[in-house]
């Protein structure tokens, strides 16, 4: 194992692009990642095609997304919305696969064939879509030729939620296609299928610089006028706002951008990062006084019964809302929401996360009682590992409907954790995780990428196999290294630390507990003496509770089935 080890330490050094992460994305319960060289590679629930691969399958590990043929296409871009996904190209291109019964892959199946869609449903492999109409809108006066607004459009980001599909342009136009929000007949907000993307024309003129979606409602900074400048960004919102997602101080829906006043032309935050979860949002801002713009504030708003809001209650909030619970003076690099959870990464390399089940992105286990769910009502800490509580170099974080990702280590590792059925966390395995596992990252190389222009050389082949082989060791030993500590906790009252492990452990492998049990005792003070008395006393009070519970209970069943033997004879 030890050269396995060393190997994969080299191919990290390396700085093989093929295998540095990018850019990262995820949907309901898959995640997309982006690699240096352009390539695009998925894992998780295989439904609807979401992953990009051919087939409905679930991937435990992370396997290659390939487009058209030859697959010589470089992705500049991903997306993942809750169960389609989409991919931009270096020359502006839009690929889009996975479910697609709101049209959220701007295609209705007709021009395709049987291999790619199962009744315009969905579709197994990327589509190239190609139904952009003209940059300009209908009544305007001074909008170009449909012709020169084609030739001159190109897309430069791509972003996805529940069931709509994003897009923005070279110009700073938004367009939207998918589960969009449309005007109803009698003039009221309705959501409508869309298969053609459409222009958002009310920033026409401006510049749409980011945009993030929910389920049913998108937010968007866009510039206070024509040119952007890096610092006149205005926050808008729209959709249905139920519970205040909009964080406009109601719940009225808005067909139509409206301003989110806590942050207009006038507010002295500058937003740098924003994420829409189902039902909530939440933004991270600086002063934009260069003097005290190395602070971050992260605030949320919106629904907010599972604590994903992070304000130490299970409140709805209706306007922008700081999680005053995070540490002061930090740097906030990235955030994102999931279904009922938040996560943030600091430049320290500190990730916390809040909400459903202590922020670990799972679902409340339903056998327990509502008020046990767990939940995080504030901020919590994630350790990467026991004896490492910092994630080194982390840059990315982004939440599924119940499991998060962090990339860190300038991008060659990644960590997942939450809900891991149907191979959601990438660690080869299928089971929930409540503290962060290693991706198999990079992935194995298959027989149809050798003949490729960037294909990896036999030497690289084998030690990503050494790096997956340690991964999987990495996260095993962590999980075991967690359930160590918890019994260590339990029984001595203080964290495992390596000087606990017996010497003759250390120096042998060999392990004589009874010997190894009187050395311990003969070595403790009375304070430790003490406390083992109490333990044992309180095991042994819980075996004989148990004991006798089981006795009743099997007296009881020995009764029922003598009662009922006795009434079958009369």
């Given at each position: 194992?030890?050269?396995?080890?060393?190997?994969a330490?080299?191919?990290?050094?390396?700085?093989?692009?093929s295998?540095?992460?990018?850019?990262?994305?995820?949907?309901?319960?898959?995640?997309?990642?982006?690699?240096?060289?352009?390539s695009?590679?998925?894992?998780?629930?295989?439904?609807?095609?979401?992953?990009?691969?051919?087939?409905?399958?679930?991937?435990l590990s992370?396997?290659?997304?390939?487009?058209?043929?030859?697959?010589?296409?470089?992705?500049?871009?991903?997306a993942?919305?809750?169960?389609h996904?989409?991919?931009?190209t270096?020359d502006?291109?839009?690929?889009?696969?996975?479910?697609?019964?709101?049209?959220q892959?701007?295609?209705?199946?007709?021009?395709?064939?049987?291999?790619k869609?199962?009744?315009?449903d969905?579709?197994?492999?990327?589509?190239?879509?190609?139904?952009?109409?003209?940059?300009?809108?209908s009544?305007s006066?001074?909008?170009?030729?449909?012709?020169?607004?084609k030739?001159?459009l190109?897309?430069?980001?791509?972003?996805?939620g529940?069931?709509?599909?994003?897009?923005?342009?070279?110009?700073?136009?938004?367009?939207m296609?998918?589960n969009?929000?449309?005007?109803?007949?009698?003039?009221?907000?309705?959501?409508?299928t869309?298969?053609?993307?459409?222009?958002?024309?009310?920033?026409?003129?401006?510049?749409?610089v980011?945009?993030?979606?929910?389920?049913e409602?998108?937010?968007a900074?866009?510039?206070?006028?024509?040119?952007?400048?890096?610092?006149?960004?205005?926050?808008?919102?729209?959709?249905?706002?139920?519970?205040?997602?909009l964080?406009?101080?109601?719940?009225?829906?808005?067909?139509?951008?409206?301003?989110?006043?806590?942050?207009?032309?006038?507010?002295?935050?500058a937003?740098?990062?924003?994420?829409?979860?189902a039902?909530?949002?939440?933004?991270?801002?600086?002063k934009?006084n260069?003097?005290?713009?190395?602070?971050?504030?992260?605030?949320?708003f919106?629904?907010?019964?599972?604590?994903?809001l992070?304000?130490?209650t299970t409140?709805?909030?209706?306007?922008?809302?700081p999680?005053?619970?995070?540490?002061?003076?930090?740097?906030?690099?990235?955030?994102?929401c999931?279904?009922?959870?938040?996560s943030?990464v600091?430049s320290?390399?500190?990730?916390?996360?809040?909400?459903?089940?202590?922020?670990?992105g799972?679902?409340?286990?339903?056998?327990?009682?509502?008020?046990?769910?767990?939940?995080?009502?504030?901020?919590?800490?994630i350790?990467?590992?026991?004896?490492q509580?910092?994630f080194p170099?982390?840059?990315?974080?982004v939440?599924?409907?119940?499991?998060?990702?962090?990339?860190?280590q300038?991008?060659?590792?990644?960590?997942?954790?939450g809900r891991?059925?149907?191979?959601?966390?990438?660690n080869?395995?299928?089971?929930?995780?409540?503290i962060?596992t290693?991706?198999?990252?990079?992935?194995?190389?298959?027989?149809?990428?050798?003949?490729?222009p960037?294909?990896?050389?036999?030497?690289?082949?084998?030690?990503?196999?050494?790096?997956?082989?340690?991964?999987?060791?990495?996260?095993?030993l962590?999980i075991?290294?967690?359930?160590?500590?918890?019994?260590?906790?339990?029984?001595?009252?203080?964290?495992?630390?390596?000087?606990?492990?017996p010497?003759?452990?250390?120096?042998?492998?060999?392990?004589?507990?009874?010997?190894?049990w009187?050395?311990?005792?003969?070595a403790?003070?009375?304070?430790?003496?003490?406390?083992l008395?109490?333990?044992?006393?309180?095991?042994?009070?819980?075996?004989?509770?148990?004991?006798?519970?089981r006795k009743?209970?099997d007296?009881?069943?020995?009764?029922l089935?003598?009662?009922?033997?006795?009434?079958?004879?009369?």
């Amino acid at each position: 194992m030890s050269e396995a080890m060393e190997d994969a330490g080299n191919l990290e050094s390396s700085g093989n692009l093929s295998h540095k992460i990018v850019a990262i994305s995820a949907g309901e319960a898959h995640t997309l990642v982006l690699t240096g060289n352009g390539s695009v590679y998925s894992w998780g629930r295989g439904m609807f095609g979401r992953l990009g691969v051919g087939s409905e399958n679930d991937e435990l590990s992370p396997v290659r997304v390939k487009f058209g043929n030859p697959n010589n296409v470089k992705i500049v871009g991903i997306a993942a919305g809750a169960y389609h996904s989409l991919a931009l190209t270096e020359d502006g291109s839009v690929w889009c696969w996975g479910y697609n019964i709101y049209g959220q892959l701007g295609n209705n199946g007709e021009d395709s064939n049987e291999e790619k869609y199962t009744e315009g449903d969905y579709s197994l492999v990327p589509c190239l879509l190609n139904k952009f109409i003209g940059l300009h809108p209908s009544d305007s006066s001074t909008s170009v030729s449909e012709g020169e607004g084609k030739e001159s459009l190109r897309i430069c980001a791509v972003k996805a939620g529940g069931m709509m599909s994003l897009a923005i342009d070279n110009r700073g136009t938004l367009w939207m296609w998918g589960n969009c929000p449309q005007e109803s007949k009698e003039g009221a907000l309705s959501f409508e299928t869309s298969f053609i993307p459409a222009p958002v024309w009310d920033f026409h003129g401006r510049v749409v610089v980011k945009v993030s979606c929910g389920n049913e409602h998108v937010v968007a900074l866009v510039s206070a006028t024509e040119s952007y400048n890096g610092e006149d960004l205005v926050c808008y919102s729209w959709g249905h706002n139920n519970h205040g997602q909009l964080g406009v101080g109601d719940r009225e829906s808005r067909l139509h951008p409206e301003v989110v006043k806590t942050f207009d032309e006038e507010s002295p935050w500058a937003i740098y990062e924003l994420a829409c979860g189902a039902f909530h949002t939440a933004l991270l801002t600086r002063k934009k006084n260069p003097d005290d713009a190395s602070e971050s504030i992260c605030w949320t708003f919106g629904r907010g019964d599972n604590g994903q809001l992070g304000h130490g209650t299970t409140q709805s909030t209706l306007l922008p809302t700081p999680v005053i619970e995070l540490p002061e003076n930090v740097h906030l690099v990235c955030v994102d929401c999931g279904l009922f959870h938040t996560s943030v990464v600091s430049s320290a390399g500190d990730v916390w996360s809040w909400g459903m089940q202590k922020g670990l992105g799972l679902c409340p286990d339903v056998s327990r009682a509502e008020s046990d769910s767990g939940d995080a009502l504030n901020p919590r800490l994630i350790s990467c590992e026991p004896h490492q509580p910092k994630f080194p170099d982390p840059d990315k974080v982004v939440c599924g409907a119940a499991h998060t990702v962090v990339v860190g280590q300038e991008g060659y590792k990644v960590w997942a954790w939450g809900r891991g059925r149907s191979g959601v966390l990438g660690n080869g395995e299928g089971v929930d995780c409540h503290i962060p596992t290693l991706v198999l990252w990079p992935p194995m190389l298959d027989d149809s990428e050798e003949k490729e222009p960037d294909a990896k050389s036999e030497t690289d082949e084998k030690l990503s196999s050494a790096l997956n082989e340690l991964n999987l060791l990495q996260t095993k030993l962590s999980i075991m290294e967690k359930y160590a500590g918890i019994l260590h906790g339990s029984v001595f009252g203080k964290p495992f630390d390596e000087k606990d492990i017996p010497v003759s452990l250390q120096s042998s492998g060999s392990f004589d507990i009874g010997k190894e049990w009187d050395n311990m005792l003969e070595a403790a003070d009375n304070r430790k003496l003490a406390r083992l008395e109490m333990f044992y006393r309180d095991m042994l009070a819980g075996v004989k509770d148990k004991l006798m519970k089981r006795k009743i209970k099997d007296m009881i069943k020995e009764c029922l089935q003598s009662s009922d033997v006795k009434k079958s004879y009369q």
